[in-house]
């Protein structure tokens, strides 16, 4: 017997059924044999500041934040770290022994560590990079290339006003190409990058023409079901390296989960195979 309370960690969405992330966590608890758990939660936006506040008396110790309550923990939080606030966005909270919720955004360092590992031969100062889309994923994604020393951010989104308060946002680095050009601005970038859902099981098709797909390009889409979607079928027929995006789901979790438990997981191939199985 013990008196040592066992760690709970868990992620919270609305809804929340579909996340892979309990698979993840739950492989890592058993493969490093740690006493702890990780559970799903559904809460409403009403109760999401409710909840937060009572898990660290239920012996939590942090939980990952999801659709479509990224934004709204910023109010609920103590400390954010300096890329949550940038991003506008946080993914991982930390209940901190002081009694203080720490919270933070690991999107962008699970972007870049699924890139490097996918694209071991990519440079980021090689050109510029294209990114489909400017919802939260792509503020990460951004944020993340900018730190990664990537020269210009061609930045193109359905709706051109969501694309320009990001640049706003982050600076003369970016800048906005209209939908309707993104296929142009295909030919000028060394990395595509698709944060929308476009091209999701369920969801319409990626339109944009992909005729600028040229070897020696690196491509990388954050959707993962389907884990190769039509954007990286053509993409690998045009000599391209492609990158799916169960890799970042698999990074991102790594700093949480190290926080939360005290070891850092690795991810390999075993690790993919448990949460696609």
Known sequence: MTDQRIPLAGVIGAPVAHSKSPRLHGYWLRRYNIAGFYIPMEVAQSDLEQVIRTLPMAGFVGVNITIPHKEAVMTI????????TLIGA??????R??????????????????????????????GPALVLGAGGAAR????????????????????RARAERLRDD????????????AGNAI???QLVVNTTSLGMVGKSELRVPLDGLRRGMVVTDLVYTPLKTRLLQEAEAAGCTVVDG?????????????????????V??????????
Not at 90 to 95: A, D, K, M, Q, Y
Not at 144 to 153: F, K, S, Y
Not at 246 to 266: N, T
């Open 90 to 95: 946080c993914n991982t909270l930390i209940f």
């Open 170 to 181: 982050f600076g003369q680095r970016i800048q906005v190409v209209d939908w309707v050009q």
């Open 77 to 84: 939080a103590d400390q954010i770290t300096d890329r949550a």
């Open 140 to 159: 990460a994604v951004v944020a993340a290339l900018i730190d990664a020393g990537v020269p210009q951010i061609l930045l193109s989104n359905r709706t």
């Open 246 to 266: 169960l890799g970042m789901l698999l990074h991102q979790a790594v700093p949480g989960f190290e926080r939360w438990f005290g070891l850092r997981p690795e």
């Open 97 to 126: 022994h002081d009694g203080k919720i720490h919270a933070d955004n690991t999107d962008g360092y699970g972007f870049l560590e699924n890139l490097r590992i996918g694209a071991p031969t990519w440079d980021p100062a090689a």
């Open 268 to 277: 390999d191939a075993d690790t993919r195979e448990a949460v696609l199985r």
């Open 187 to 189: 030919e000028q970038a």
